[in-house]
């Protein structure tokens, strides 16, 4: 006879069981930089999967440049992935990676994995921080004129930075609750809570961006879309 102890014990453990699935479906990022043989590449080398205007940005020795201030965008949106790419700066180059975008007519309507030679004025705006939002554990980042490594994950709500071979960092959106204010206690610029963004888009990069409009390099831009 199953009586009613044995069925609450088997719940609880049926329970725990789907909790543990959860955490590690929601902490599923690579340890350290993927073999990406076999990734999708995201930009065509004819540039014919995304939306710019004419001629902002064209491939130069196989690395992706921009060559005014306009970014660049997938036509594509994606949900959960891990995307590769490699990228070089110039002295005083200000540009990122911009992560399924809810409006690409808004740049706050995208978070921002920030590319930079060192870091702009706001707020986490080093390099390899969520723009604004989310600083890297520490800086990974390599002299310039050479060539960098980002790993990111998106599953869900976390987000997740392998830069040049270490996790700078692992974090949950839906730790921001509030709108234009971070977990932390500082503030953001964002008009809405980060918890509430979307969780699917196209990818971006952006344009010539700063004072200096100094170019960036991007190469090498893959990914793998997770279910």
């Keep these: 006879m199953i009586t009613l102890q044995k ?5 609880i453990a049926g329970l725990a069981l789907l909790s543990a699935q959860g955490a590690i479906s929601l902490q599923a990022a690579p340890q350290s930089h993927p073999n990406t043989t076999g990734w999708q590449n995201v930009f065509a080398q004819d540039l014919a999967n ?16 921009a060559k005014t201030h306009d970014s660049i965008w997938t036509k594509k949106s994606y949900r959960n992935f891990v995307l590769d790419l490699e990228f070089k700066v110039a002295k005083e180059s200000n540009s990122g990676i911009f992560l399924r975008s809810g409006d690409i007519k808004k740049a706050l309507a995208a978070l921002e994995i ?8 706001a707020l986490y705006g080093m390099v390899g921080a969520i723009y604004n ?3 890297p554990s520490k800086n990974m980042s390599k002299p310039i004129g050479e060539w960098n490594r980002f790993t ?5 709500s976390r987000i997740a930075l392998i830069f040049n071979g ?18 932390d206690g500082t503030v953001n610029k964002f008009p ?33 879309e997770l279910k």
């Design 166 to 183: 270490e996790e700078v960092f692992n974090v949950d959106l839906n730790t921001w609750t509030e709108a234009r204010k971070n977990p």
């Design 192 to 224: 809405q809570a980060l918890k509430d963004f979307s969780r699917s888009g196209p990818l971006g990069l952006q344009g010539l961006h700063g004072k200096a409009q100094a170019p960036v390099w991007y190469r090498n831009i893959k990914i793998k």
């Design 7 to 11: 069925i609450q014990r088997l719940a």
């Design 114 to 121: 920030q590319v930079h030679d060192s870091a702009d004025g």
């Design 152 to 156: 990111i994950t998106c599953e869900g």
């Design 133 to 135: 939002a989310q600083p």
């Design 50 to 65: 995304v939306e710019m205007p004419a001629g902002a940005w064209a491939f130069e020795n196989d690395a992706l440049v």
